[in-house]
Structure formats: structure tokens, C-alpha cells
């Protein structure tokens, strides 16, 4: 019997560029509160989002992703015909087949990619962001483009103000690639399926929440993944200079930066607040911070990164990236 | 701590009038550190929702740190029936290792 040969990839892998998109339409608290009742100050209070931005009817999730990781291919200063994997993390493409990632890929230009989907939902940028790491890491790949894309506003029904509120339209993308000194981390994912009731598709149409029981999981379950993926990159808290945790809800966001405070990360920790002008966009929100974020200034390259995502299944993952 | 006339180890003892008065105050501390509501606004008659205005989202961070000072668990189906001040302490009292 012939022995297998197999391939190794170099030992570490780095974040090469970011980019990201959003629909152009605005739409504001007073907007959502012409059509049900809420109103500006409630939306505020109770998840912290200013405004958010619908994709138009015609503006498919695979239109975004195009976009998105057109945008970091630019900012990496790769070709496309140097990218041979492309990840699409998303949970609400029109219908299971096709995926994504083949038809964003060749509209991209990178022609005839390793190309796929990964539903791990509000989770699943992190996830992909493992993946593409580790495929280059084991020599299955050269270059990986990881795009985070969602269109929510299809499954959000929108006379439903505890969701329609809370959830938008975008996509985010990095590019991943070998490097010399690591630049991404050990990723921490995991799963708690025994909440799976916790979100789901109601009536396989729209998207429904247990608001309390997945605010009370994510305020409490969710720094200790976080934590551990800082141990797993031998990271100290005290040397995080950015949280990126996924933009769920302000008041989530924020409840996991005080517990990464009370176990030693700085006062000036800079956290991404994006969701007040982006909302819940899912699998795009990471990476749709980090871009907002550099573009903004508040990032900067070589800052250390801490990036955790969470939601459905319920899943989660998080991993430590160096700003490229 | 144990109230006069209480059989140690034989079956729960009664909470009295002081265990009741320390839980609210720890009560207290923790809806002003979460809701911003003065401590001397949280009384026993008063609700969560209409009188001190306290969303579900903060009651759920009102019930993960009761957990931790008090040491009971406050599931949220338990939760959504503590409506006053006085069902929490009441809740807290009854059910407190």
C-alpha cells in the first residue's frame, strides 16, 4: 500500500486586509417608529442602536459579499488570482442551494476556488476566520478570503419590534495569509446545542429570540470563551488593546467588557460600539467593526484584537488577531 | 446564622424579619449598580417595572448578580413572576442555600 504524502503550510498565519459594505439606505429609530411601537429612546435604552441600514429588495447577501471582499482584497494588496479559498460565513442566504461562496468567489475573480459556506450564525466570522487560518497552517490552501455576509431584514418580520429593531443588512471580509511572526491566534469555539431552542426560524420564516435567556447566556457565558481564547495565544487581558466582541446589543457588549475588566484588561480598552450606527448584522459585524474602526482611527496596525462571536445553535468562537 | 428556636439540620427554618431586611438591602445595592435607582427606592411594596422602571433586560442582570451574592438560582421563568421587590426578597428567602 502507498504511504499518503502530505502537505505542511507555514507555522503562522496573519490578517493581510479588511473591507467591508452596507446598504445605502438609512433607517433611523424614528423611521422603525412610523411603522410600529417603539420610538427612539426605547430602541436606545434597551439595545443602543441609533440607526441601521436595509438592503433594497434587488441588493442580494451574495451582491455584499462581492463587495465586501473586493474591498479587502484592495486593502491587502492582493490579487484575486492569488486567493485560491474563499469562506462565506452567513446564515440567511434566500435558500440552502446554491451557497455563497462559489458564486461570490468567480465574481470576485477567483476563479475556480475552494469555495463554502459556513452557517455558525452570529458566530460564524470567528469560525471562518479559525478555519482559513488552520487551512493555510496545514498547507490546504494559500491565501483565504473569510467574507461575513447577511441579509437579516429576509427573515426579520417587520411588524416584530423585538427584532425588527435590532437586526440589518452588510458584509465584512478579511484576508487571511501566511506570515512571518503570528498574527492570528488559537481559536476558542464551542457550542451549547441543549439552548437551541433559545433562536430559531419561527414557522421556517422568521427569526425568533428567547430575549432574556440568550441576553442572560451571552452577558455570562461569553467573557470566559473570550478569555480563554487570550490563554489559548498566550495573551494577558492587560495586553488587549481592542474588543470586538459580535455587535449583538450595546448593552451586551458592554456587559463583557466589564467582566474582561474585572479580570485585569485596561480602562482604556477600546470596545466597538458599530452596532449604534450598523445594528445586528450577524456574521458581518466583526469584521464590519474592525473596517469601520481603522477607517475611523480608533485602530490601529500591529494593536492587539480580541474578537469573539456568538449566537445561534447556540454557538460560539473568539480568537486574538494582530490589526493589520 | 440561625434564628432562636431553630432545629439545625432537621428542616428549613422560617426566615425571619432580619434575614428579610439584610436581603433587601443587598438587593438594593445591586438594583442602583445596575438600573441606577436610588437604594432608598427600592422598597418592598414597590415594582420593578411600573415604579422603579427597570426593563427585562436589566432584570436579568438584577437576578445573574443575585445569584452570586445570595446563592440561588432565579431561572427565567421564575423571573417573569417576581414583579415587586417583595416577591424577590420573598424568592430570595425561601430559596437561599
Avoid at chain 1, 42 to 56: L, P
Avoid at chain 1, 287 to 294: K, Q, T, V
Avoid at chain 2, 3 to 29: F, N, Q, S, Y
Avoid at chain 2, 46 to 71: H, N, P, R, T, Y
Wanted: charged residues 25%.
Amino acid at each position: 500500500m502507498s504511504r499518503l504524502r502530505i502537505k505542511q503550510g507555514p507555522a503562522a498565519t496573519r490578517v493581510l486586509g479588511v473591507g467591508s459594505t452596507q446598504p445605502e439606505r438609512v433607517v433611523t429609530n424614528d423611521d422603525l417608529s412610523q411603522v410600529m411601537e417603539t420610538d427612539d429612546q426605547w430602541i436606545r435604552d434597551r439595545v443602543g442602536i441609533i440607526e441601521r441600514r436595509f438592503a433594497d429588495k434587488d441588493e442580494l447577501l451574495v451582491d455584499m459579499a462581492v463587495v465586501a471582499g473586493s474591498r479587502a482584497l484592495e486593502d491587502a494588496g492582493v490579487q484575486p488570482s492569488e486567493v485560491d479559498t474563499v469562506i462565506v460565513p452567513n446564515c440567511t442566504m434566500p435558500s440552502p442551494i446554491p451557497n455563497a461562496a462559489a458564486q461570490v468567489a468567480d465574481r470576485i475573480g477567483v476563479k475556480g476556488a475552494g469555495a463554502f459556506d459556513i452557517n455558525a450564525a452570529c458566530a460564524g466570522f470567528c469560525y471562518g476566520l479559525g478555519v482559513a487560518s488552520d487551512l493555510i497552517r496545514s498547507g490546504s490552501a494559500g491565501k483565504v478570503l473569510v467574507i461575513g455576509a447577511e441579509k437579516l431584514t429576509d427573515v426579520v418580520d417587520p411588524t416584530d419590534r423585538a427584532n425588527a429593531i435590532i437586526f440589518a443588512d452588510g458584509a465584512g471580509a478579511m484576508v487571511v495569509g501566511p506570515s512571518d511572526e503570528p498574527g492570528i491566534g488559537p481559536v476558542a469555539w464551542g457550542s451549547a446545542g441543549d439552548l437551541v431552542d433559545a433562536i430559531y426560524m419561527r414557522d421556517h420564516r422568521y427569526i425568533y429570540q428567547e430575549g432574556q435567556s440568550v441576553f442572560r447566556w451571552a452577558t455570562t457565558q461569553i467573557a470566559p470563551i473570550a478569555l480563554r481564547a487570550l490563554e489559548l495565544a498566550g495573551v494577558e487581558p492587560s495586553d488587549v488593546d481592542v474588543l470586538i466582541p459580535h455587535q449583538a446589543n450595546l448593552r451586551i457588549v458592554e456587559a463583557i467588557a466589564k467582566r474582561l475588566r474585572a479580570k485585569g484588561a485596561r480602562d482604556d480598552l477600546v470596545v466597538a460600539d458599530d452596532i449604534k450606527y450598523s445594528g445586528n448584522t450577524s456574521s458581518a459585524s466583526i469584521p464590519m467593526a474592525l473596517d469601520h474602526m481603522r477607517k475611523a482611527g480608533t485602530v490601529s496596525s500591529g494593536d492587539v484584537i480580541l474578537m469573539v462571536g456568538f449566537g445561534a445553535g447556540l454557538s460560539y468562537a473568539g480568537q486574538v488577531i494582530i490589526c493589520p | 446564622m440561625l434564628a432562636g428556636g431553630a432545629k439545625p439540620g432537621k428542616r428549613e427554618r422560617e426566615p425571619t424579619v432580619a434575614d428579610k431586611e439584610e436581603i433587601l438591602a443587598g438587593l438594593a445595592e445591586i438594583v442602583e449598580e445596575v438600573a441606577g435607582v436610588a437604594q432608598d427606592d427600592v422598597s418592598l411594596e414597590k415594582s420593578f417595572v411600573d415604579d422603579l422602571d427597570i426593563d427585562s433586560l436589566s432584570m436579568v442582570e438584577i437576578a445573574v448578580q443575585a445569584e452570586d451574592k445570595f446563592g440561588v438560582k432565579i431561572p427565567d421563568d421564575e423571573l417573569a413572576n417576581l414583579k415587586t421587590v417583595g416577591d424577590a426578597v420573598n424568592y430570595v428567602s425561601a430559596n437561599a442555600k
